[in-house]
């Protein structure tokens, strides 16, 4: 499907913007106008109406597709963040390359004649593991991030100093598409309130990027959000969403920025889910309406998001009290997850004709979907089974527990084992007095799964069994809080377990290297050894299961996008062809499907599905299969026995 996308780029090359007014070699600039309220791109008056894409949450050979449908709907700007963990996993080590490539990126968006407003951060919320901050920041234990910490100030500086100097060729002003960069991101909702850090990140800024370029912060539409969000020399705009008093919300913009363009920096088009939540769905007729209430004022808006994409693998993040957020990062926007266009989009594109011309010429399609059908899957090990495949860096010893982060590992899972040390004969509780456990363990005896222990809800379970038994904890990074005072959020065994009084000592914990082991295919298939331990009917311990299926070459246009669907599976993580899809967990919803680009498909070998269940497969009922189907389903019904009541359009909700 990319040669589509690829003829259409051309069709539309004569579109691209140019100020024809300009004087051949006459510079680009780009400033805020305060006599006329308005921005100033070239000398003339310039107003955007922009669109959110997160180029971290699409692959790379769809960039230009939902580009150009952008650029079709009348936006004439992209909006997009850069997260910092997305490009340095581990310190100092930098990748800019694959669906990493930032600057190919940008370079796309300019070529399809789309400005764009910059987000690099250092923090960016978005829904995004820890806001897109390094987990090995957490290194120094107590460390104050998103303020004047020496420490966080260090690693900001080179991170930035890497970055900045990238994005510099790519202003407006230096012949690129980057008309606006915001410093930070919405920090009067943080506790902080630190204006040395919010003044050392403008002279930061300032110091790669020059002193022509507009930097802006971004508020909630209240005054208690302004106070300690904007600050001199940085541009203050606010964000709200449909259904809002447009006139009171520009009023408290007003407020920090008497003078200037009015700017929504994020109307929200949809709204964020949770697991064990309801689906988020915004109605395109409040959408269209406060849309054009905006645009009628005058104002600059950028909606978000325009196309939310997917938070694959283990990208997502999670608010608090801990609410981790699914795989799909469809936003109810006007281009869905698999960027299909929508009864949004054209409501949005109607409303954009009454105030810009909109660009002439087919609008590129949605892409087609393909069933593949049903797959049939094989248990290959269990977690215990394969842990010396598994545990590329071996065990660790320790008295007590140890986090993730002290075991050199951001994400995944991480394998905790002691014994027993006394004998329980009647059901003990194993409990974690102080909700340590973050997210999720999975807890087993002797092999035998006994009960899940999860953060907020579930912090003991029975045990029985003998002194000396050995006792398993696989322990489930969720993704962690991204918005609020929990960001710094330490995963794995965060505090001490307990034995009905007692403390729990003399622990082996082994990193998990699943990703790297699942991409070389090393997992094997084990025979069921008769001295397997009966599991209880309600859960077994966590295994791998594997199968796969081809895709004939003959036939045109194959492989085509899809969904995955896991009837009767619980919860776990999913792989195929060593591509991390994310995490499924149908049983507490409201995501059922999980998005299937045709990129990580082939026709050329066997597609090879691997999945990691958490809490028991379908597989000793006979039906063990998993599904590809061209529907994708995000509303189901969920199961949650947490009630946390969050209302749409109200960051106050997700602190």
């Known amino acids: 499907m990319i040669s589509t996308s690829a003829s259409h780029a051309t069709s539309y090359s004569h579109l691209k913007h140019r100020s024809v007014n300009r004087e051949l070699g006459a510079p680009r600039s780009f400033s805020v106008d305060y006599q006329s309220d308005c921005f100033r791109k070239d000398g003339e008056r310039f107003r955007y109406i922009s669109g959110s894409i997160h180029y971290s949450r699409i692959p ?59 987000r690099p951060g250092p923090y960016i919320c978005a829904e995004w593991d820890m806001g897109g901050l390094p987990a090995w920041l957490l290194n120094k234990k107590n460390i104050v991030l998103r303020s004047s910490d020496p420490d966080y100030i260090a690693a900001v500086d080179q991170w930035m100093g890497k970055l900045l100097q990238m994005m510099k060729p790519h202003l407006y002003q230096n012949g690129g598409p980057i008309i606006t960069v915001q410093v930070e991101n919405e920090y009067g909702s943080y506790f902080a309130c630190d204006y040395n850090y919010l003044r050392h990140l403008s002279k930061l800024f300032r110091s790669y990027l020059g002193e022509e370029v507009v930097l802006f912060t971004t508020d909630g539409a209240g005054l208690g959000y302004l106070k300690c969000g904007s600050i001199q020399n940085l541009y203050a705009t606010v964000d709200f969403g449909p259904g809002a008093n447009v006139t009171a919300a520009f009023a408290a913009q007003r407020h920090a920025e008497p003078h200037g363009p009015l700017v929504n920096s994020e109307f929200y088009t949809g709204w964020l889910d949770h697991w064990g939540s309801r689906h988020s769905v915004v109605s395109s007729a409040i959408v269209a309406k406060t849309l054009n209430e905006m645009l009628a004022l005058g104002a600059n808006v950028n909606l978000y998001m325009f196309i939310g994409g997917t938070n694959f693998g283990y990208w997502n993040g999670a608010n608090a009290p801990y609410g981790p957020q699914p795989t799909s990062y469809d936003y109810d926007a006007p281009l869905t997850e698999a960027g299909d266009l929508t009864e949004k989009y054209f409501a949005i594109r109607e409303v954009i004709k009454m105030y810009h011309k909109i660009p002439e010429g087919p609008i590129p399609p949605t892409t087609p979907k393909y069933a593949y059908g049903a797959v049939t899957m094989k248990k290959l090990q269990t977690v215990s089974d394969a842990l010396e495949i598994l545990s590329f860096s071996g065990p660790v010893k320790s008295v007590y527990p140890q986090t993730f982060i002290e075991l050199s590992q951001a994400f995944g899972f991480v394998l905790y084992r002691t014994k027993l040390p006394v004998d329980c004969s009647t059901p003990t509780p194993l409990s974690s007095p102080l909700n340590g456990v973050h997210d999720r363990a999975y807890v087993s005896v002797a092999g035998v799964a006994v009960g899940i222990l999860e953060r907020n809800k579930a912090i003991t379970v029975n ?83 594997g199968g796969s299926f081809v895709i004939p070459d003959g036939i045109p ?95 106050v909700d997700l602190l």
């Open 463 to 545: 045990v029985t069994g003998k002194a000396g038994i050995q006792v398993d904890l696989l322990v489930e990074n969720m993704g962690r809080i991204n918005y609020g005072k929990d960001i710094n959020d330490f995963k794995g065994l965060v505090s001490n377990l307990t034995l009905g009084e007692d403390v729990l000592s003399g622990w082996t914990m082994y990193s998990l290297s699943i990703d790297e082991v699942v991409s070389q295919g090393l997992l094997g298939v084990t025979k069921p050894a008769s001295t397997d331990p009966p599991q209880p009917a309600a859960l077994s311990p966590p295994a791998f299961y």
């Open 557 to 651: 246009d194959l492989p085509q996008d899809t969904y995955i669907q896991l009837p009767k599976w619980r919860k776990g993580q999913v792989w195929i062809n060593g591509f991390n899809l994310g995490r499924y967990w149908p049983t507490r919803g409201p995501q059922v499907t999980l998005f299937v680009p045709a990129s990580i498909l082939s026709t050329a070998a066997p597609n090879n599905v691997t999945v990691l269940e958490l809490e028991g497969a379908p597989c000793s009922s006979g039906l063990c299969t998993v599904e590809f189907t061209t529907t994708p389903i995000l509303n189901a019904t969920v199961q949650s026995d947490y009630k946390q009541r969050r209302r749409m359009f109200n960051k």
């Open 60 to 118: 790379r050979v769809y960039w230009k597709d939902r580009l150009l449908k952008m650029y079709m709907a009348g936006l004439n700007a992209i909006q997009t963040y850069i997260p910092w963990n997305y490009h340095e996993e581990s310190p100092g080590q930098y990748n800019f390359s694959g669906d990493r490539d930032v600057e190919y990126f940008l370079k796309l968006a300019q070529d399809i004649g789309l400005l764009v407003i910059l």
